[in-house]
């Protein structure tokens, strides 16, 4: 059974940094990409950014590109999200997903496996 948490939010004043990781399990084979999205209250969810584990490439959201970095780290089974340089417009609760059958993971409904989320709160 595939089981996704989220760790690593946090409050922080705008500029500051946070990082976020992804702990995934219960699954023998390679997901094909994992995603980071976000929602802030009363606004639809979305791509942050993304990241497909056959070559390791990489996909932002254009709002978050040269501040945001994601990686994965096979041997512990875990994604991360480096955030640098936050806004207060980075505020939301953010999500980490999974597929592991061959598509993208830009658009939320494309992705079947979800975490609880982590708050990210930065204040002005």
């Known amino acids: 059974q595939v089981q996704l948490v989220e760790s690593g939010g946090g409050s922080v004043q705008a500029g500051g940094s946070l990082r976020l990781s992804c702990a995934a399990s219960?699954?023998?084979?390679?997901?094909?990409?994992m995603a980071w999205f976000r929602q802030a209250p009363g606004k639809e969810r979305e791509g942050v950014a993304a990241?497909?584990?056959?070559?390791?490439?990489?996909d932002y959201a254009d709002s978050v590109k040269g501040r945001f970095t994601i990686s994965e780290d096979n041997a512990k089974n875990t994604m991360y999200l480096q955030m640098n340089s936050l806004k207060p417009e980075d505020t939301a609760m953010y999500y980490c997903?999974?597929?592991?059958?061959?598509?993208?993971?830009?658009?939320?409904?494309?992705?079947?496996?979800w975490g609880q989320g982590t708050q990210v709160t930065v204040s002005s």
């Open positions: 990241i497909y584990t056959i070559g390791g490439t990489t």
């Open positions: 997903a999974a597929r592991f059958d061959v598509g993208r993971c830009q658009d939320a409904g494309e992705l079947g496996y």
């Open positions: 219960g699954y023998t084979y390679s997901s094909y990409c």
